[in-house]
Each structure stands twice: as C-alpha cells, then as structure tokens.
Nanobody, 124 residues
C-alpha cells in the first residue's frame, strides 16, 4: 500500500517562506517520479514542480526562481521549499508519485499516487 503524507503547510505573509515535506511509505522513492500539484478554491488543479529519481526537475513558470524541489531517496521523501510566497500561491498542495520516469509531469492523470493535501495560505 503506497502512502504519501504531506506536512509543513500553514499560513504566512507575502514574501515569506514555507517548506513542505512528503514522506512516502510502501514504496522506495528510487524509481519513482515525484512532485507537487496545487489547487486553489474555484480553480483547476495545477502542476507545480516534479523531480525524477536522478534529480531532474521541472517547474511551472510562475514559481521558477522562488520554489525548489529536492528529494532524499534514502528517506523516501521529497521537499518543496517555497520562498517569496505570494497570495496567488495559496492553495492545497498535493504530493504525487508515479513509478518510472517523469514522462508527463504536468499531467495529473499520469500520477498514480496522491497525498491527502496540505493547506498553504499566503496573506497580503
């Protein structure tokens, strides 16, 4: 049974930082593409970043230069460091994983496993 558990969400003022973590159980993260999606109220779910087993990353344009993604294959975890947060970053953030390479990282249907989500709120 694969489980992804997110932590680290919360509330912050614009310009602040948060770090989200995702712990994977029931699977070794090696050999899995992992990433994050987010969904704000009334909006469609959107891709944020992804990271391959070997560290290749992909980011949505709006977070480039502000967010970084990293993974610890020994701990089966992936982190999302979010800096210079803006109100438009407010959303529920979901950790995702799929076995294999990051072939279609921006396509949510490509990901087999999803966490329960963690809320990020950025106030102006």
């Amino acid at each position: 049974q694969v489980q992804l558990v997110e932590s680290g969400g919360g509330s912050v003022q614009a310009g602040g930082s948060l770090r989200l973590s995702c712990a994977a159980s029931g699977v070794t993260s090696i050999g899995y593409c992992m990433g994050w999606f987010r969904q704000a109220p009334g909006k469609e779910r959107e891709f944020v970043p992804s990271i391959s087993t070997y560290g290749t990353t992909n980011f949505i344009d709006s977070v480039k230069g502000r967010f970084t993604i990293s993974r610890d294959n020994a701990k089966n975890s992936v982190d999302l460091q979010m800096n210079s947060l803006q109100p438009e970053d407010s959303a529920t953030y979901y950790c995702v994983a799929v076995r294999g390479n990051c072939l279609r990282p921006r396509d949510q249907s490509a990901f087999q496993y999803w966490g329960q989500g963690t809320q990020v709120t950025v106030s102006a």
